[in-house]
């Protein structure tokens, strides 16, 4: 049983990145059982699941939406913020429910949450049922420490990050559109943040390996990448002689893969370079997600961002200057430690003048381990809770002005599916990643179609399939 430390990781030993070329063989010897995946937290986590689901359709179990039904139930965690504890531990009480009437189930946990040692102890002392913990390091392990397992408590998870997987086996959730890490873990450190812990420091795939695997999706039919980082603007920071973003970015659009979005951009790694590459591919879709955090300089100071209220404003005064229609979204946390409601303020006064397309807005939820959970709030929960809404009622306005710029005009849409509140309707993405709902047959889920639009709505479009 090994426990994680996140102090280790925090010393960021300059360990040397190894990058294994995964050659396992793998029988399916857990054919006919089932397994019910669960997954909270970002599109990281959303793809590392893909690679779960992926490991374990290899040993030939096959996926289930219905837990009472599995025989080994994965929780993959999120720690970003504080509700996230509260989640984990109350899926755990299901868990320990079906378990009592079914004695073999597999309880596995993992994610960034399985990266604190807090948790692993909790799970040692309140929740001994669980037979797998893993971290975010070694999802490699997942088929062997399955096979192993003996029906006790099984902790695996390193605080050493070093390595980076090729050859991953993963089950997709769709064959038209991808994530593609191009990048793991992060060394910014913002000081609210948890991720660099859970995640380890920043490191980049090597630029041949992505555009192989790109190249193989588009052989494969898919229209669509998502290159995805924590960082996605600092790729190849960390290593020698590799390509800048700007620079992977031109070789994925060379791939001719339709579609090309990334998330998450840094400000602080936007350069000009990469403001030209988007604005001269077609196929590099005029999105950007620019977190933002906070308006003020002193909170982005000390949240360690970089960046001052006015560095900010005048890179999305280039963006939008060279990217035409260009969507623009961010992040932003309210009641950081001591946010003062002049600080506030001005993070209000930057969206009024950026317009934000959508923002992913937040309550400051202290992290143990982090610099910004021993700083000083004097700022009541209450105070907090007010400015979330005044933010939200702002962001949501211009979030239905932006909107209503798209009717009666005739967009490309990538129609993934059935529309979930309409089974007459698909939906789908535009190049803007707005979500439309349209009347369409259903043979053109898969697709890239015309669509003209013919409601706004604050979060969503409604559209009909045209001929163009
Ligand atoms: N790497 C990305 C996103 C990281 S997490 C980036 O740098 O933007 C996604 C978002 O969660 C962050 O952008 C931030 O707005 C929010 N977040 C992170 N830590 C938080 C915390 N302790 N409390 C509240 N929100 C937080
Ligand atoms: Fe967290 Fe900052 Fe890294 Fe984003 S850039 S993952 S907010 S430390
Ligand atoms: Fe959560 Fe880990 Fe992502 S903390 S937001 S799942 S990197």
């Known amino acids: 049983m090994q426990l994680p430390d996140l102090k280790e990781a925090r010393k960021r030993t300059n360990n040397k990145v190894d990058y294994i070329y995964e050659n396992k063989k793998v029988e399916k010897v857990l054919s006919g059982k089932k397994y019910f995946l669960k997954t909270y937290g970002c599109q990281m986590n959303v793809h590392d699941s893909e690679e779960i689901a992926g490991r374990l359709e290899r040993l030939g179990l096959t996926k289930t939406d219905n837990m009472e039904d599995s025989d080994v139930v994965i929780l993959n965690t999120c720690a970003i913020r504080e509700n996230a504890h509260d989640k984990m531990f109350g899926f755990l009480g299901r868990c320990k429910h079906l378990k009592e009437t079914k004695k073999d189930l597999i309880i596995g946990i993992c994610g960034c949450m399985a990266q604190e040692a807090s948790v692993c102890e909790e799970i040692i002392k309140k ?199 260009v969507c623009l979204t961010t992040d932003i946390i309210v009641g950081f430690p001591g946010e003062t409601e002049s600080e506030f303020a001005d993070t209000l006064e930057v969206v009024e003048e950026v317009k934000y397309d959508s923002a992913f807005t937040f309550i400051y939820s202290p992290r143990v381990g982090t610099p910004a959970a021993l700083m000083k709030d004097n700022v009541t929960l209450k105070e907090k809770e007010d400015r979330l809404q005044r933010l939200n009622t702002i962001v949501n306005k211009y979030a239905l002005i932006n909107n209503q710029k798209y009717q009666d005009k005739v967009v490309e849409v990538l129609v993934l599916g059935e529309s979930e509140k309409d089974h007459d309707k698909v939906y789908g993405y535009t190049n803007t990643m707005k979500l439309v709902n349209v009347n369409a047959p259903k043979d053109v889920i898969g697709k890239i179609i015309n669509v003209k639009i013919t409601d706004c709505k604050s979060f969503s479009l409604d559209g009909v399939i045209i001929d163009k």
């Open 127 to 325: 929740h001994p049922f669980v037979n797998i913990v893993f971290g975010t390091h070694n999802i490699n392990e997942l088929e062997e420490l399955l096979l192993k397992n003996d029906h006790k408590l099984d902790i695996n998870v390193y605080s050493i990050e070093g390595n980076v997987y090729e050859n991953i086996p993963y089950s997709r959730d769709s064959k038209k559109t991808a994530w593609v890490n191009i990048q793991y873990g992060c060394d910014k450190f913002c000081t609210y943040c948890i991720v660099p812990y859970t995640r380890g420091k920043q490191r980049s795939r090597k630029s041949q390996d992505i555009i192989n695997e790109v190249k193989e999706l588009v052989a494969n039919g898919y229209l669509e990448v998502t290159l995805l980082g924590q960082n996605v603007n600092a790729y190849g920071k960390d290593l020698e002689d590799e390509l800048s973003f700007p620079e992977l970015l031109q070789s994925v659009s060379d791939t001719g893969i339709k579609r090309i979005f990334f998330v998450t951009s840094h400000p602080w790694d936007f350069t000009d370079e990469l403001i030209d590459v988007i604005k001269n591919n077609d196929n590099i879709m005029p999105y950007v997600h620019l977190p933002l955090q906070s308006g003020n300089d002193h909170i982005l100071k000390l949240m360690g961002r970089r960046y001052t209220k006015e560095e900010y404003l005048e890179l999305v005064k280039k963006i939008k200057a060279n990217i035409p229609n």
